[in-house]
C-alpha cells in the first residue's frame, strides 16, 4: 500500500465518526421525509404510497394559506424591524465612550435568554389587565390628561403577530453583534474624507457606513428570512400551541408540528415541510440573485 492510499485510508477512518452520524442523522431522515411527503403514513400503521395526494391537498387546505399568510406578515415585519434596530445600536456601541462594554453586554444579553423563558416573561409584559406594557401606557395617558387603553396584544387577533414582532425585536443583539463586527472594518479615512467634503454624521452614516456594510447586510437577511420561515418555539409556547386566538399565531412550523405530532399527519407533515424548503430555497437564490451586485459592490468598496 503506498502513502497516498494509506493518508486516505487513515483519513477515512478518523472521518468515519462524522460521516456516519450525517448519513444517519441527516442524511436518511431528509431523504425518508421524501419519500412519506408522497404517503399515507400515521405512524401507527406502514406508510402506503399515495403518490400527489398530500400535495394536492394541500392547494385546498385553508389552513395551509393562513399559516403562510401569518409567516409572511411576521417575516416582513419582524427582518426589517430587528436589522434597523440591530445596526442603530451597532452603530451607537461602536463609539468611543465610557462604558462601551456595559452598555454591549446589556444589549446582547436578551438573545441569550432561553427562549421559553423570554416567552414567559413577555406573557407577562403584555399582560392587557396586568402587563407592564398597558400599564406604561396607562400612565401615560393619565400623564396626557387623555384616556389611552392599551391592546389586547396576545389575546386579540389583531395585535397578537404584532405582539411576537415586538418580542423578535427586544432579541435583535446576535445580529447587533454581527453589524458590530462589520463596522470594525470600515476604513477611518473614509470617514475623514467625508468629513473634508462637509458630510455630517448623518451623511456619513448613509454614504460611507452602510455601503460598506453591505455584504453584513445581506447575510443578516437572508439568516432573518430563513430564521422567520421557521418561526415556531415563541408562538407555540405562548399559545399553547393552539395557534389562536382565531388562527393570528397558527405560523407555517406550528401547522407542520401539529399535522406531525397532534394528528400524527406524518406524509402530510412532510409534504408541508418539503414545500416549506422549496420556498426558502427559491427565495434565497432570488434574494441573492437580486441583492448579490449590491454585496460584491460594497465589497469592493
Request: aromatic share 16%; hydrophobic share 50%; net charge positive.
Amino acid at each position: 500500500m503506498n502513502a497516498r492510499r494509506r493518508n486516505l485510508r487513515n483519513g477515512l477512518i478518523f472521518c468515519s465518526p462524522a460521516i456516519v452520524g450525517l448519513a444517519v442523522f441527516t442524511v436518511y431522515p431528509v431523504l425518508a421525509s421524501l419519500y412519506y411527503s408522497f404517503c399515507n403514513y400515521t405512524v401507527l400503521k406502514p406508510a402506503t404510497f399515495v403518490g400527489l395526494a398530500n400535495y394536492r391537498a394541500l392547494i385546498a387546505d385553508k389552513f395551509f394559506y393562513q399559516s403562510l399568510y401569518n409567516t409572511l406578515y411576521y417575516a416582513v415585519l419582524s427582518v426589517p424591524l430587528g436589522m434597523v434596530t440591530a445596526f442603530l445600536l451597532a452603530v451607537l456601541l461602536n463609539a468611543k465612550v465610557r462604558g462601551l462594554a456595559f452598555f454591549r453586554t446589556i444589549f446582547y444579553l436578551p438573545s441569550i435568554v432561553p427562549v421559553v423563558a423570554s416567552s414567559v416573561l413577555w406573557l407577562w409584559l403584555l399582560n392587557p389587565d396586568s402587563g407592564m406594557v398597558n400599564a406604561i401606557i396607562d400612565a401615560i395617558g393619565r400623564m396626557l390628561g387623555i384616556p389611552l387603553q392599551g391592546p389586547g396584544w396576545m389575546q386579540s387577533p389583531e395585535w397578537s403577530k404584532p405582539s411576537l414582532v415586538l418580542m423578535s425585536t427586544w432579541g435583535a443583539g446576535g445580529w447587533m453583534v454581527i453589524f458590530l463586527a462589520g463596522l470594525q472594518d470600515v476604513p477611518r479615512e473614509m470617514y475623514e474624507a467625508a468629513a473634508i467634503d462637509g458630510a455630517g454624521r448623518g451623511g456619513m452614516l448613509w454614504h460611507v457606513t452602510v455601503p460598506f456594510m453591505g455584504r453584513h447586510i445581506v447575510f443578516v437577511t437572508v439568516m432573518g428570512l430563513i430564521g422567520a420561515s421557521q418561526f415556531f418555539a415563541p408562538a407555540y409556547v405562548m399559545t399553547g400551541g393552539s395557534g389562536e386566538p382565531a388562527g393570528s399565531t397558527l405560523f407555517y412550523s406550528l401547522y407542520l408540528f401539529q399535522q406531525a405530532f397532534s394528528y400524527f399527519q406524518m406524509g402530510y407533515a412532510c409534504a408541508l415541510a418539503w414545500v416549506l424548503f422549496a420556498v426558502i430555497f427559491v427565495g434565497t437564490l432570488l434574494f441573492f440573485k437580486a441583492t448579490g451586485r449590491f454585496a460584491e459592490a460594497t465589497g469592493e468598496g
